[in-house]
């Protein structure tokens, strides 16, 4: 299968230019304007792999939007869905080849939308371009991942971005309660190549082979996401919950 790396977890907010972590414990960078889907964000870099607080600029442009065969799959549909209420939305991963990777859901039966270019404007004018993939899975109560490649190597993106890593941090694992537990893990280990860490009566770790992020998928009376993170100047274990996402911070 090609592979898939975690890129990005979306966490949706209200009015985003306030928006600070508690005791500015992560640091955000500038982020721009999605002009196709009337939304802007900031960004939050460990390394390569980051976390993507998004805001609505244009609430009649995203509404609209969503209608659309492509819009009613996007990251952003998730937001409208849920009634602008705060919190993680979705989870991409990353491929260099999203054209095979299209190939390779489409022989297993699975329904795409995509591949869709995308872009944002940052306030000095500059570009940044990718494409995205999705899975038409309307009746899914957990958003399952969409799929992104961006237009430059990852060679050439840590030269570009590696002033904004926050090398204290790094992503360790996604928790997700679903109410679908066995149907989300044999979804996502067909579907994605997935492997089994560890599984008990409460929950299945997952990973991606080659990829140290772990996918803590559990039981839950409601289908979200939380965020788990090792702080290497921490010396015990901590919680924030900010804006409806929840993040746990490991030594």
Known sequence: MVQLKFDHIIHYIKHIDEFEYPGEVMKLSPGGLHNRYGTYNKLVYTDLAYIEIIGVNDEEKLKKVIKSNEGRVS???KIVQ?????????????????????DEFEAKGLDVVGPIEMGRENKKGEQTSWRLLYLNQPDAKLK???FIEWNKSEE???????????????????E???????????????????????????????KLPDEAIEYRIQSGRKDKYAIVIQDTTAETPYHIVTRGGAYHFEP
């Not at 979705?90 to 080849?97: E, G, H, K, Q, V």
């Not at 050439?156 to 996604?174: D, G, H, S, W, Y």
């Open 144 to 146: 399952p991942p969409f």
């Open 75 to 77: 990251f952003v549909a």
């Open 176 to 206: 997700i309660q679903t109410t679908q537990q066995a149907l989300v893990v044999n979804q996502w280990r067909d579907w994605f190549g997935m492997e089994v860490v560890s599984e008990n009566e409460e929950i299945t770790t997952l």
């Open 82 to 102: 849920d009634n602008f209420e705060q919190g993680f939305k979705a989870i991409a991963l990353r491929t260099n080849d999203l054209d095979k990777l299209k």
């Open 156 to 174: 050439e993106r840590v030269e570009a971005l590696e002033n904004r890593f926050q090398p204290q941090f790094k992503i360790k694992a996604i």
